[in-house]
């Protein structure tokens, strides 16, 4: 079903990458969840009311707000195709984030709205009714649900967008929410015993749950997040694939919204070659990155000294001593100022995000010590940096 609608409402759905494609995904996942939230409100404010259930009304009433998600979710793909003007050089595609962070905050609300009134159920309890129509039609709607978040699952993950993936990590809540009311109702029937208010209490709690979460995976591309090393490991074997690079470090990636990016790293290049010959491997590398990856990507060249002997073999010792204190250490922008008494070795430090301030120049000490014990005429001069990468999967 989901290829079917794709093939038949996605003009070009092949190419994701274009943001016409992506907004016609966007209103294709709009228009189905606007369709089927509101088809099950409807029911399910109509068997809420026959049994007199508070939580199958509550129910209802989150799909009515996930219906009002999809209605957000579209405004925020329209909106964000806007392409840059004077004001956003950058374009606008931060506003579908935004998009999700609405559909967060409003799921957050009804679920806490549907905390209070089944708490009031609790406390001034009234009579339901059993009708066995009731099951077949939530049985339906989580059959629907189940298949709204593996449908917005798969868009969203095809278009890199949040806003679809938040969408169906809220239709799963509802999966879990709606298989509660069931038993509630299911039990009432068999046993005779109403715990209605208390599966409404349960419900509104996965929705705020769910809310937060969707909230969370939101802020993230907001505020600014770590590299992903998926990414990191892309974007740096693509650029020293390229001959005359010798290695890259320092790289950032600024996200302006999906699949809009631009980031900036420094090139390690021969410091031989003559400077217009690197500077037109670095402009191929950059045209090649927007045409491959859509990516803006900026790159600044460190020479690096490759014949002296001398120098590579107090970097291969430098390398030695940092891996031997903490594997996850590296180092670039490797010089030497050499003597016959005194050798100043001067280098940038890349330590873990852990590292704090104290830790950090108690580091510079062990390492300068290290480095003076295998050969007493070096003093280390370092520049201690953290890794943009993410560090929980680095």
């Not at 969408?167 to 509660?180: F, L, R, W």
């Not at 769910?210 to 997040?225: F, H, Q, S």
């Amino acid at each position: 079903m989901t290829e079917f609608l794709v093939k038949r409402f996605v003009k070009d759905y092949q190419q994701t990458e274009a943001v016409q494609v992506r907004t016609a995904y966007g209103t294709l996942s709009s228009m189905v969840g606007i369709f089927c939230n509101m088809l099950l409100f409807g029911a399910k404010l109509l068997i809420g009311l026959l049994i007199n259930s508070i939580s199958v009304m509550a129910d209802a009433f989150n799909n009515l707000s996930d219906a009002a998600s999809s209605i957000i979710g579209f405004i925020g793909v329209k909106m964000a195709e806007k392409p840059a003007d004077d004001d956003h050089p950058f374009g606008h595609g931060r506003i579908e984030y935004i998009a999700a962070f609405i559909v967060a905050f409003i799921v957050i609300q009804v679920g806490f709205s549907l905390f209070k009134t089944s708490l009031n159920k609790i406390l001034n309890p009234e009579s339901m009714s059993f009708k066995w129509i009731s099951i077949v039609i939530l049985s339906l709607s989580v059959a629907v649900k189940l298949w709204l978040s593996l449908f917005n699952r798969t868009l969203g993950k095809r278009i890199n967008s949040k806003v679809m993936l938040a969408t169906a990590a809220d239709a799963m809540g509802d999966v879990v929410t709606t298989s509660a009311t069931m038993l509630s109702i299911a039990v009432f029937g068999i046993f005779g015993v109403n715990i209605d208010g208390i599966v409404g209490i349960a419900v509104s709690v996965v929705v705020m749950i769910a809310g937060v979460n969707i909230a969370k995976d939101t802020l993230a591309p907001l505020i600014g997040e770590a590299i992903d090393p998926q990414l990191y490991e892309q974007i740096t074997n693509f650029v020293e694939s390229f001959e005359g690079i010798l290695g890259t470090h320092d790289l950032i990636v600024h996200n302006y919204g999906p699949s809009k990016s631009m980031a900036s790293i420094h090139a390690e290049v021969p410091n031989d070659v003559n400077v217009e010959r690197s500077h037109e491997v670095i402009d191929q590398i950059e045209h090649e990155a927007a045409r491959r990856f859509g990516l803006l990507l900026v790159i600044h060249m460190d020479p690096v000294e490759t014949h002296d002997g001398r120098i590579r073999e107090f970097r291969d010792m430098l390398g030695e001593v940092l891996t031997e204190l903490d594997s996850r250490l590296s180092f670039h922008d490797f010089r030497m100022v050499d003597g016959v008494e005194h050798i100043n070795l001067i280098f940038d430090l890349v330590v873990p995000r852990e590292y704090k301030a104290a830790v950090q120049d108690n580091l510079k000490a062990r390492i300068s010590a290290a480095v003076r014990k295998r050969d007493p005429r070096c003093a280390c001069v370092i520049t201690v940096e953290n890794s943009y990468l993410a560090e929980a999967q680095k």
